[in-house]
């Protein structure tokens, strides 16, 4: 039987947190499948790094959330968006884990150009995915947003990638502090709840 993408997708992302280097001839005799028909089933190399970045980016985000909301009542910053909050925790999360730090640093071109790309198989899902954190927000809270809360999403993950990865873009160390500073004062300012 011909391994479904969805285990693909999930040995590669289990090769990526071994801190291993993907290899699509190891991976598909993995699998026991050709490299062709893993080719077929899923793409290139550069499409299952996206979709195994993704799936673990979507986990981490996931367990973020229910990290948040399984807080007790009152713990936490007070008055803060539990959209902020989870997304700090998710990029603190992002910021510190060693799989990813050893993808930048054995391959930076590959890996920026997968996880910012902006037609690519993680940016888009990535402020899909803040797009509804923010929704949950704005119809908790009965707030107006200023801009439509997609673009209000991209200009975050943006943001959040300039900050996170600024060690490769512009040889900087990355400051999550500063990047949390400045998507908090973009978010609430946008969505009109400035003090």
């Given amino acids: 039987m011909i391994a479904p993408p969805d285990e693909v997708v999930r040995r ?21 499948i050709s490299r062709v028909t893993l080719f077929r089933r899923v793409g290139n190399r550069d499409a299952i790094l996206g979709e195994a970045l993704w799936w673990l980016a979507e986990r981490t985000l996931r367990q973020a959330a229910q990290v948040h909301d399984s807080r007790p ?6 008055g803060r968006l539990r959209s902020l909050a989870v997304i700090e925790d998710f990029r603190s999360v992002l910021g510190t884990a060693p799989s990813l730090r050893h993808l930048i640093d054995e391959e930076p071109a590959t890996a920026l150009r997968i996880l910012t790309d902006p037609r690519g198989r993680v940016q888009p899902r990535m402020i899909e995915a803040y797009t509804a954190l923010f929704e949950r927000d704005v119809e908790t809270l009965g707030l107006t947003p200023e801009v439509p809360l997609p673009l209000l999403a991209y200009a975050v993950v943006r943001l959040g990638e300039s900050f996170l990865y600024s060690d490769v873009m512009v040889s900087r160390e990355p400051d999550l502090k500063a990047a ?11 969505l009109g709840l400035r003090a």
């Fill in 73 to 78: 009542e009152g713990e936490g910053e007070p």
């Fill in 12 to 32: 590669a992302a289990h090769t990526l947190l071994r801190e291993e280097r993907l290899d699509t001839t190891v991976l598909a005799a993995a699998l026991g």
């Fill in 180 to 190: 949390a500073t400045v998507c908090d004062a973009l978010v609430t300012g946008v």
